[in-house]
């Protein structure tokens, strides 16, 4: 069981306020889960407690044993760090097999599970090449494979590929997910780019200043946002979030406690004059719009604020005046604490009752 539990999980530096305070975390057995979030949310800061490389007060449990002051080299635990961390005087094979000669594995082992790694990760023609000699991709392979050869309960993975250009960090995202589907091994993976975390997570923890604002499959966490935070964060563009008084003429029986309305850019279309039922209907002037071949993000002026919209249509609306037509149902709803409404408000659909907007 690679089950990890965290209780309680405080730390704080001197006499400075907790960067983590009082967290409590149940990461699968067997998941990939991504700690997604801002620079200086905490989330390094935990992967380097599961790691045994900082100090903090509570539990960690890994298959239900406490970590808490077990040495990193006896928590059957691999960590690829962000600068790969390579030995630049040795070659590929001796920097994927230090490791091993540490934890004394025999020769002919450690041959064995060098050549198993390095064909998984496509580094056999590489062996005795030093990394000043590789690609940047090629030296995030060698620490993959020099953290897979370990044959840890636990992968740790600290924001590896930050340093990559954008096609290579497609190409090893890709390669991480599919090392998780084929070793079926925990890996806890630390980065703020909602599109690695989306896209390779199974599970996902969104962290502010120390704490978690929503942990859930990225699926729940795109479509069924738990806060402002969450749905400001999660998406590009992120939801648009309005005053909710722009309600006022479009739907009855809102709830009072309803301070914010949101709705994903990709919900709303642009149009030339409004739609009647079932729509609210915005007015506003098209000002800029972004081309990126499948689809075009437009930003439009409103008196209520900048509004984004997704299309994917070919065809280009071109700049000027445009109505903002978004579904009752694509809504999102808050209160004035930022939390999520929208189940309260969803049980009373059948009561809301569009209304002709007047643009």
Request: aromatic fraction near 6%; glycine fraction near 8%.
């Amino acid at each position: 069981m690679s089950e990890i539990n965290l209780r309680g999980i405080t730390k704080a530096y001197g006499k400075n306020p907790p960067v983590i305070k009082d967290l409590n975390l149940n990461i699968r057995d067997g998941s990939l889960t991504v700690l997604l979030g801002p620079s200086g949310c905490g989330k390094s800061t935990l992967l380097r407690i599961i790691a045994g490389l900082e100090d903090a007060s509570g539990e960690v449990l890994l298959g239900g044993n406490n970590m808490l002051g077990i040495e990193p080299g006896d928590r059957q635990i691999a960590m690829v760090f962000q600068n790969y961390a390579l030995y630049p005087t040795m070659s590929v094979r001796d920097n994927i097999e230090f490791g091993l000669k540490n934890m004394k594995i025999p020769k002919p082992d450690r041959a064995h599970r060098v050549k198993e790694v390095t064909e998984m990760v496509g580094l056999a023609d590489y062996l005795d090449r030093k990394p000043q000699h590789l690609s940047g991709g090629q030296r995030q392979r060698v620490a993959l494979a020099r953290a897979l050869v370990k044959r840890p309960r636990v992968f740790l993975m600290d924001e590896p590929l930050s340093n990559l250009d954008a096609k290579l960090r497609t190409q090893i995202r890709a390669d991480i997910i599919e090392l998780h589907r084929n070793l079926s091994t925990t890996f806890v993976y630390v980065t703020h780019d909602q599109v690695e975390a989306m896209s390779m997570g199974t599970d996902v923890v969104l962290m502010e200043n120390g704490m978690i604002r929503q942990q859930d499959r990225p699926d729940m966490i795109y479509h069924s946002p738990n806060n402002l935070f969450t749905a400001q964060f999660i998406g590009s563009p992120p939801m648009n979030i309005l005053d909710a008084r722009i309600l006022t003429g479009f739907l009855e029986n809102v709830p009072t406690n309803v301070v914010y309305v949101g709705f994903r850019p990709e919900s709303a279309s642009l149009l030339d004059c409004a739609t009647t039922k079932g729509n609210i209907n915005i007015p506003g002037e098209l000002v800029a719009r972004e081309m990126f071949g499948d689809q075009i993000i437009y930003k439009v002026k409103t008196q209520w604020g900048q509004i984004y919209v997704k299309s994917s249509s070919s065809t280009i609306v071109e700049y000027g005046s445009r109505i903002i037509s978004v579904g009752n149902e694509k809504l999102y709803f808050f209160d004035s604490d930022g939390s999520a409404i929208k189940k309260a408000f969803n049980q009373d659909l059948g009561a809301v009752i569009p209304l002709e907007a007047v643009v």
